[in-house]
């Protein structure tokens, strides 16, 4: 069995760290890339982070996982909120799926408390910071056994 964990980002999610740290904080990218690589060794397992503004390119991402990966952890960013299409591609994949948010979704405006994504999620991470990446992954480690 795969032993990477892809963790796949949405549009704007290349900003992480850059703009906007009253509602996103300071830490970039790269620190939740080196965080859950580094959670994700404990247990033998690798990481395979990566940001797309594309849907298109998210979805091939998606149906590389199929062969590639043994769980996703995905923040689909504002594509949470509208894309069918990403939740199809995530239908496919027959892994563990934990969706992600940076921020509490549900404390903000009303069109980012619904997700298209969350009806094919495993489990739902929201409002831990950037944390709430490396709490998946540890999850992940803790329940993917091998
Ligand atoms: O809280 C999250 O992680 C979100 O997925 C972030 C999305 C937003 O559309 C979702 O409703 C909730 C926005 C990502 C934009 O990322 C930026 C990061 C820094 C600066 C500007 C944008």
């Avoid at 980002?9 to 830490?27: A, F, S, T, V």
């Avoid at 620190?31 to 404990?42: K, M, S």
């Amino acid at each position: 069995m795969s032993k990477t964990i892809y963790i796949l980002n949405g549009p704007n999610l290349n900003l992480l760290g850059k703009r906007q740290p009253e509602i996103y904080g300071h830490d970039t990218l790269d620190d939740v890339a080196r965080n859950c690589a580094a959670v994700a060794a404990e247990f033998g397992l690798e990481t395979d982070l990566r940001q797309s503004n594309h849907e298109g390119e998210i979805i091939d991402w998606i149906h590389e996982a199929r062969e590639k990966a043994a769980a996703i952890v995905i923040n689909p960013a504002a594509y949470t909120h509208t894309s069918v299409a990403i939740l199809d591609a995530l239908n496919t994949f027959e892994g563990p799926v934990i969706e992600v948010h940076i921020s509490q979704v549900h404390k903000r405006e009303p069109f980012r408390h619904h997700s298209y994504v969350s009806h094919r999620s495993d489990a739902v991470m929201a409002g831990f910071g950037i944390g709430g990446y490396a709490l998946a992954v540890r999850h992940l480690g803790l329940t993917l056994g091998g």
